[in-house]
T-cell receptor, first 115, second 116 residues
Framework: GDSVTQMEGPVTLSEEAFLTINCTYT??????LFWYVQYPGEGLQLLLK?????DKGSNKGFEATYRKETTSFHLEKGSVQVSDSAVYFC??????????????FGTGTRLLVSP | DTAVSQTPKYLVTQMGNDKSIKCEQN?????MYWYKQDSKKFLKIMFS???????INETVPNRFSPKSPDKAHLNLHINSLELGDSAVYFC???????????????FGPGTRLTVL
């Protein structure tokens, strides 16, 4: 079935460092791709999305480009802040066993940013 | 003005008990979901309802039974709780999803279930 693979964490950075969190996917169709963020003790929030190849999603300084040729959707930020410390989930849409679209998540990558 | 709310936030119970988790959304969405997040943070969909009708039912034990009294509520009842049911359960909602369409999901804060 469709799946998402993320780099294992935690990723530990100093404030203002450059961030990359790798995400690759396997899908039989043409999925939409997402990054969700989960802050401590909270539910997930959509960070950004891309619905077709070569689309770039961006939000709050984070960016990710839908690369069909490498089946990747890596998350990047030029200068991280302490407040970016959270768990980041890569996800894709996939048809469920009834045909309706569902989200398939990666295992999550914890980001720790120190002052 | 909470968008997706869940109760309780924490639930500690003994093996073999029956428990329910409630979810309510005030976003006017037609579609609601239940997810399970295990101790390693792995998140997987369990069920989805669209306007009170079950549309997604992943491989989940029969001990788990979702109930949707109206489109703003989706409750999760778990019978005969087992140790492996310990997890964080998230509710979410969205505008209707289809076989070739997808809308952003909004998540609740989660319910941490601990089975002793």
């Amino acid at each position: 079935g469709d799946s998402v693979t993320q780099m294992e964490g935690p990723v530990t950075l100093s404030e203002e460092a450059f961030l990359t969190i790798n995400c690759t996917y396997t899908a039989t169709g043409y999925p939409s791709l997402f990054w969700y963020v989960q802050y401590p003790g909270e539910g997930l929030q959509l960070l950004l999305k891309a619905t077709k190849a070569d689309d770039k999603g961006s939000n709050k300084g984070f960016e990710a480009t839908y690369r069909k040729e490498t089946t990747s959707f890596h998350l990047e930020k030029g200068s991280v802040q302490v407040s970016d410390s959270a768990v980041y989930f890569c996800a894709l849409t996939s048809p469920g066993n009834t045909g309706f679209q569902k989200l398939v998540f990666g295992t999550g990558t914890r980001l720790l940013v120190s002052p | 003005d909470t968008a997706v709310s869940q109760t309780p936030k924490y639930l500690v119970t003994q093996m073999g008990n029956d428990k329910s988790i409630k979810c309510e959304q005030n976003l006017g969405h037609d579609t609601m979901y239940w997810y399970k997040q295990d101790s390693k943070k792995f998140l997987k969909i369990m069920f989805s309802y669209n306007n009170k009708e079950l549309i997604i039912n992943e491989t989940v034990p029969n001990r788990f039974s979702p109930k949707s009294p109206d489109k703003a509520h989706l409750n999760l009842h778990i019978n005969s709780l087992e140790l492996g049911d310990s997890a964080v359960y998230f509710c979410a909602s969205s505008h209707p999803t289809g076989t070739d369409s997808y809308n952003e999901q909004f998540f609740g804060p989660g319910t941490r279930l601990t089975v002793l």
